[in-house]
């Protein structure tokens, strides 16, 4: 062997010298030159070369388990991690030739519309898959402006000189800012207050007038998880209805809620049993325990989906409709959705969601116990723990907020997100911890130790005690007395003209 050719280092995007015997030991061989960033190499690298490479280039990520920011599924059951990696090639849009696809899609939208009480049930059922929550949005937005224009033209208006609007509360997720924008619609927000953080009956009336395609309501706030008062605005959107005979859509952001309400409150009203009610968008991703890649939009019946919004096409062998903003998409988040629902059942998502509520209120009584924390959660909700940081319990001054908390975490290796609320609630700062599947008690309890660490840290660094605080006032005040004007004459101050 030429061990000169060992040892020489090649240019960047080169591989090293061609040598079988060294292709599969580490990369080290390969790694003398730089991984390709912005330019596709001259020549390629052995496959587990080309692993090893990019596995380095994610070692220093967050462990998934331990992102408490998110609310997206990190783990799946290895049965159905198999399936997924069997479906990877497969385009779900070719109805054609995977017609097992398009089959468990519409048994999954048929047994979506079953859990949310729809009017058009089992073949009949109106939804498609998404790529997540924000396609789903996008698509039930652009219906109901569609249907909007359809009620201005029946009125002998022309919708194109007028501006739509939606009403929402400002604890929307950023994909309805993005749907109102790119939809060319007014946004009409309802603001947050300190301790209201999500939309109330009341706010909703005053905004309404007849270019209001719809309300979009939250079925667990992004902030704290809440769930808004969806009956209680839909019975004040009735009383409007009878004032002044506008007649306006709901539309149900259930990105969270929605695989949570039916199994853990089922007496809850939320969603088609409240007639104004047109669609509901829900995350398979987040509670249906899926992994990312995948919403539902779900519509009452044929009638409250705008027809104008569905595609037909024959250009893969056959007639397709479509209501998606994309065509190509992969088929193994569905057939993953569709295992679990078969896998769990509805006993076994009610078991789940009660096991995520129990751990999120050991996690809520352990912050309270120690005495630093003000819950911003609810117990009707999204099992998460929103918290924000109260006045010390001994006094003292703390010299830091939720954001240096936050940071103290990420050395034990969690991501506990920190945040503002949304307008006009910006003051408020709080942390969040999300419970998902994989959150054990045990794991919880790491998470709680590492918080009572963090906090003694910070205080001992950070924080100034009532009696420091006395101490550096009388060191303040003593060295003022000493200090001009008290201890000699100061100079006579000259005039200042210009910019400072």
Known sequence: MNLSKRARTTSPGDTAPADDTLQYTFASRQTASAIPKYVIPNNGEPAAVAAQLIRDERMLDRNPRMNLASFVTTWMEPECEALIKEALNVNFVDMEQYPSCTEIQNRCVAIL???????????????????????????CTLSMKMKWQQRMRAAGKDPSGLKPNLIMGHNVQVCWEKATRYFEIEDRFVHLEEGKYTLTPADVAPLVDENTIG???????TYNGEFDDIAGVAK?????????????????????GGFIAPFSYPDLVWDFKIPRVVSINVSGHKYGLVYPGLGWA????????????????????????????NFSKGASAIIAQYYMLVRLGRDGYTRIMANLRIVADHFEQALVRMGHFKILSKKVGVPLVAFSLTD?????????????????????????PAYTMAPNAEHVKLLRAVIR??????????????????IEYLDHHLSITPKQLQEYEADVIEGLVKKPPFGRRLAPSKSFKGVC
Do not use: C
């Not at 919004?309 to 893969?316: A, C, K, Q, S």
């Not at 599947?437 to 998470?447: K, Q």
């Open 215 to 221: 309300v979009a309501v939250i079925l667990g706030s």
């Open 392 to 416: 010390h319990p001994l006094g003292h001054k703390r010299m830091y907020d939720e954001f240096q908390l936050s940071d103290k975490l990420k050395e034990s290796g969690w991501v506990l």
């Open 113 to 139: 519309a079953d859990l949310y009480h729809a009017e058009d049930l089992g073949a009949k059922a109106v939804g498609t898959g998404a790529i997540g929550s924000s396609e789903a949005i996008m698509l």
């Open 437 to 454: 599947e994989d959150m054990s008690r045990a794991l919880m309890d790491h998470l709680i130790d590492d918080i009572k660490r963090a």
């Open 236 to 256: 004040e959107l009735d009383a409007l209805q009878e004032r002044t005979g506008l007649d306006v859509p709901m539309h149900v952001d259930a990105a969270s």
């Open 298 to 325: 779900i519509w009452r019946n044929a009638e409250a989906l705008a027809e104008s919004l569905v595609f037909h096409t024959n250009y893969l062998g056959s007639d397709q409709p479509s209501i998606t903003l």
